[in-house]
């Protein structure tokens, strides 16, 4: 029992992950959006004013949450520690792409798997992108790929994150209170619709310290499977599913339909969309929400990467090229294909043009 | 104390395990990784045990020897 109990710590975790997206949707947040890292990202960025989009700004607490109680998890197990210097750049850039691939499918790993579990079949395609662009980044990450090491850094600069998310919890304290205009939330549409703050907050707490201690990440799962047929990852996901599944049934909000709620069908689109979330994942090293879970460690690559999907939630939404109900538009399809080259090109060029790179990187 | 000890300080999830997997593969024998995060030490250890090699981990003042007798 203690043996299977340790080996399946990260499905109990999934499952407890999974109800809280379900009671989520219960209270208020749009349906199958119980926690979805490109979506909450894309509602901060549009609450700050990186993007205009008016339905979707809300500065979703959940994150704050996650990166309160991912926080702390991190100071508990001392795993807090101030680091970077690998290709902030390219990790910036790379952040971006997956914003683009995230909102031409609309929703990250966490989201696809939310999708499927409300029954909206449209997600397929996205759950089968993951493990297309996984394996496309692995057959570089085999070859050599590698953004180059991270150093530690001086402590002031481990600063830095808790500023940003200080400042967000200011800000929204400050919208509760005085009703201020600025920032901006949607008075219509998915950014209007959440549940209580307080319980965005305190669910967002509990999953942060989950996240933290169980390193979820989907597209690492599928990693994983690709690299040494292990599906501790996977699990987890496994997990979220049975668990939002479930909740989802108890609560009446299992719907099966061929295209769900604030998704659309285009098959090829989610499946390339999530493709390309899942290639630049794996050249960063981790999915959208260990890029949270990352900079609560204060790692500064991963906070520069999430910077780099504020800023690609406004490029994508400024320019209307992330998709909606109604579908991708020639605009979307553009940013896609430039989105697989430029990632592509990354790929390359860290694999191949920086030989040097490979030996230097772990020295016997 | 193995004589060769594989810096994987400071690189990116994956890369650590990557190494290792390469090492035990292509090279073989006793040998050491040192890394400097948690996730280092739990895929390398995942990694290893599902292929039946036995190893030691111990923290160090510049992040956390793994010692593999492959």
Redesign the interface.
Known sequence: MAVWLRNNLVLCGGVLVGIMGAVLVKFGNPANMGICFVCFYRDISGALGIHGNPVVRYLRPEIIGIFLGSFISALI?R?F?P?GG?SPGIRFFLGMLIMVGGLIFLGCPIRTIYRLAGGDLSALGGLLGIPFGAYVGLFF??KGY??G???PLPGWVAVLPLVLFGGLTVLLAVKLWWQTPYPFFSLKGPGSQHASVLLSLALGGVAGVLFQRF?LCLS?GF??VF????Y?LLKGFLGILIGAFVANLALGLFRPVLVGPVAHGNFAANFLGMGLLGLSAVL???CPL?QLTLTSEANL?GFVTLLGMFAGAGLMHQLGWAASPAGVSPGGWLALAGGYALALGIAWTFTYSRVAARSG???? | MSK????????????P???V?E?VEQTGGP?AVLV????AV??IS??LG?RGISWTVSPREDGTLIEIMA
């Not at chain 2, 060769?4 to 890369?15: A, F, Q």
């Open positions: 197990f795993e520690n680091r690998s990450l085999s590698n953004l090491k991270a150093r390193r690492g990693r994983d690299l040494f047929n292990d501790y960063l090293g981790g260990r690559d990187a772990c020295n016997v | 060769n000890i594989l810096d994987c300080r400071g690189l990116s999830c994956p890369l395990v990557i190494r997997k090492q040998f400097d995060t948690g996730i739990e895929n995942r990694f599902q």
